[in-house]
């Protein structure tokens, strides 16, 4: 049942004609049926961030992290699309209705399936570490007891990142057939996107030099990405060249190059996550001792096993190889790749046996253990479901640290329903009450629906039709379901107020 | 556990006197439908610019066929486009009438909309037909079959939502927050249907006048 097209899936190889069965399609289906997931998930947020914050949260006192969540959703909005293009409508149909996509032969075009597939993946790249940027700035702001530097360029900052990994992706395609102008082009907009990350780093060390900082595990992870990830991404300007490029196609200078920047940009920063949010969550602290010895396993184990892989590299030992010759020279450095790979496998043990332990043991969080600023922090740890009894008032970018404790709140929500309260999009003035569904079954079987329509699409195309017609069905038992609710409601008409039901 | 008693708070207003149904951009799923507008919008553009895209591998556009061009037929898609268009104007007056909460007006021009809109995905199975061409023939006919039955699964979903609201409206006490959710489909439907002219265009007009 495995897929077996490497997880790039490139056609002919991919194709009916080298893959027969059902193995690609298990890739091709359920790729879609995560990206459907992820899409909808992604206007869950655009349309929260934009319509459901606290009172008084303007556009400009959103905390960095959601800023970050909040690009990240528009970039799966607009990069999600490609690849469930790719993968359903192109390659699944190519394997199940003959239609000709990536044939040569009827004017389609193997080419073409790299283009789409890497103008979805290189923003994937950005999707994944975004969010390890957003949450770089709340732990240096808590643990160096000083408001971030830069605020309105980290958010620029993370915007510009966001419409930069659009222009990128050709240079996953250096080495196929593209215009030298496409070349140029690709190569600047690759060097280009170093400037924004550039400012964010540098507002987060003026940052961390204007205070004193308190060397916790999850600020010893936040020094790890810096050396970590900087290192990634100098790489990366490197690679952007096409000539350096060529010389390093598939080489081990790129594994090392990737996982400086995902281990160092995304990893390390949701470690730090992790030690920082789990009292919220658990209502328990972490160790800080298993936690520090966590953290420099992991910095040094994640370094003494890639940093070799940019000589080998370098000495021509291609990817995707499970051994070579002995006279190539390259055993001493895979050895010492090992060990370190040896450091990093025991970090992350020492990680689990402390989650293990402090979930169930650990000393006894307060509601705002580390002294921090953010809304979170207000509730008792570990969060209630209903979160704030009263939805607190934001009058600044560090509720915690501007107005102490409590918050000041609105009233007037009603709690015999639910309810929540909208504000409008740029001031986040209360606008009007929200009430959400009740609990219910339907979305459940929606979602079984959905799940036997993807699942069955792997096997026939014609599970697309009869999938869908179950899917409209539920969609009609859902809507009678819900119409059921009839209550009186204060109706805005634009021109009056009207209480109807 | 037993959650600590919240310390007084210091309220700076109530909320109480604020609606509770609201419709366009104040609402939570007039927003939902937008993203989702985005993302569909999107997924046709790119799909558009691989038919462009593809064309670099032909010789003449629509390719030939045993020394015949396969261009499209015009009638069957033109009439659609028309019905598709026209069917824009009791969408409209069914959110016109949803606004002023007037049921009777929400019921009659969803019964309209619901006739008009049942024509519409008959018709797109003749114009599928139309491109003269096979989706198995050659690149070309894929990308074409691909623009057209990507938009056509868009056409029949919101056809199905227009036809389930006009059931429950018919048959069932609708709540008056139903209201909005009438507004937000006509709201839809505008978008499926003007984000087919262009699309029409490429399709079935572009070929005569790219050969």
Redesign the interface.
Same mark, same amino acid.
């Given at each position: 049942m495995g897929p077996d097209a490497g997880w790039t899936s490139y056609p002919p190889l991919s194709g009916p004609a080298y893959s027969p069965g059902h193995r690609v399609d298990v890739w091709a289906q359920v790729v879609t049926f995560t990206e459907i997931a992820a899409l909808v998930a992604a206007v869950n947020i655009i349309v929260t961030v934009f319509k459901m914050r606290a009172p008084g949260m303007s556009l400009n006192r959103i905390p960095l992290f959601v800023w970050s969540q909040l690009v990240v959703s528009f970039m799966i909005v607009f990069a999600m699309p490609a690849v469930a293009t790719a993968s359903t409508l192109q390659l699944a149909a190519d394997r199940a209705v003959s239609t000709q996509w990536f044939n040569p032969a009827e004017g389609g075009d193997a080419l073409l399936w790299q283009h789409i597939f890497w103008f979805f993946g290189h923003p994937e790249v950005y999707i994944i570490f975004l969010p390890g940027l957003g949450f770089i700035t709340p732990i240096i702001e808590t643990f160096t007891r000083r408001r971030v530097f830069g605020y309105t360029a980290i958010v620029l900052a993370n915007i510009t990142t966001g419409f930069f990994a659009f222009g990128l992706w050709v240079h996953h395609m250096f080495a196929t057939p593209i215009p030298e102008l496409g070349q140029s082009l690709f190569t600047a907009a690759s060097m280009l996107i170093a400037i924004p990350t550039g400012v964010q780093i540098f507002c987060w060390l003026v940052t961390l030099f204007s205070g004193r900082p308190r060397l916790t595990a999850a600020m010893l992870f936040i020094l790890g990405f810096f050396f970590t990830f900087v290192n990634g991404g100098l790489t990366g300007v490197m690679l952007a060249s096409v000539t350096f490029d060529k010389q390093v196609h598939d080489t081990f200078f790129v594994v090392a190059h990737l996982h400086y920047v995902l281990l160092g940009g995304a990893i390390m920063p949701l470690f730090a996550a992790f030690y920082y949010w789990f009292p919220k969550v658990t209502g328990r602290l972490l160790s800080e001792t298993l936690g520090k010895w966590n953290a420099w396993l992991f910095i040094i184990g994640v370094n003494v096993a890639f940093f070799p892989m940019h000589i080998l590299g370098l000495n021509g030992m291609p990817r995707r190889i499970y051994t070579y010759l002995a006279e190539t020279g390259w055993g001493p450095l895979n050895a010492l790749v090992t060990l370190g790979a040896v450091i990093v496998v025991l970090s992350v043990a020492l990680f689990v046996v402390n989650a293990a332990i402090s979930w169930r043991a650990g000393r006894l969080a307060s509601a705002n253990p580390w002294d921090s600023y953010g809304l979170e922090w207000a509730t008792p740890s570990p969060a209630p479901n209903y979160n704030f009894v009263n939805t607190p008032v934001v009058l600044g970018r560090h509720p915690l640290w501007d107005t102490g404790s409590p918050l000041p709140v609105i009233t007037g929500l009603r709690s015999d329903r639910r309810e929540v309260l909208i504000t409008t999009t740029f001031d986040a003035r209360p606008d009007h009450r929200h009430k959400h569904p009740r609990a219910s079954i339907w979305p459940f079987v929606m979602a079984l629906a959905m799940g036997i329509t993807w699942i069955g699409s792997i096997f026939t195309p014609w599970a697309i039709l009869v999938g869908l017609g179950i899917t409209l069905l539920v969609m009609l038992g859902w809507g009678w379901a819900s119409s059921q609710d009839i209550e009186v409601e204060r109706v805005d008409t634009e021109d009056r107020i009207v209480e109807a039901a | 556990?037993t959650? @600590?008693l919240?310390?007084?708070?210091?309220?700076?207003?109530?909320?109480?006197? &604020? @609606?509770?149904?609201?419709?366009g951009h104040?609402?939570?799923m007039w927003?939902?439908t937008l993203?989702?507008m985005?993302?569909e919008g $999107?997924?046709l553009a790119?799909?558009t610019a691989?038919y462009f895209? &593809?064309r670099q %591998?032909?010789h003449s556009w629509p @390719?030939l066929i045993n020394g015949q061009p396969l261009t499209p037929s015009l009638t069957i898609p033109t009439i659609n486009l028309i019905v598709m268009l026209v069917s824009m104007a009791p969408a409209y007056l069914a959110a016109r009438a949803a606004?002023?909460?007037d049921e009777g007006g929400v019921k009659l021009w969803l019964l309209i909309s619901s006739l008009i809109s049942l024509v519409i995905p008959v018709l797109r199975w003749y114009e599928l037909w139309a491109l003269n061409v096979r $989706?198995? +023939? %050659?690149?070309?006919? +894929?990308?074409a $079959? +691909?623009i057209v039955g990507?938009h056509a699964s868009l056409l029949?979903?919101d056809v199905?939502?227009t036809l389930?609201?006009t059931? &429950?409206y018919w048959v069932?006490?609708?709540?008056?927050?139903?209201?909005s959710d009438v507004a937000d489909n006509s709201f839809y439907w505008y978008f499926m249907v003007l984000v087919w002219v262009p699309l029409y265009l490429i399709v079935y007009v572009g070929p005569h006048l790219f050969f």
């Open positions: - | 556990m959650a @600590p919240p310390a007084p708070q210091q309220s700076l207003g109530d909320v109480a006197e &604020l @609606p509770t149904v609201t419709f104040r609402s939570l927003w939902g993203g989702f985005v993302i $999107w997924t790119l799909i691989m895209y &593809l %591998n032909f @390719p606004k002023r909460l $989706w198995d +023939t %050659n690149a070309y006919g +894929t990308a $079959w +691909t990507t029949v979903l199905a939502d389930g609201l059931l &429950l069932r006490r609708m709540p008056i927050k139903a209201m």
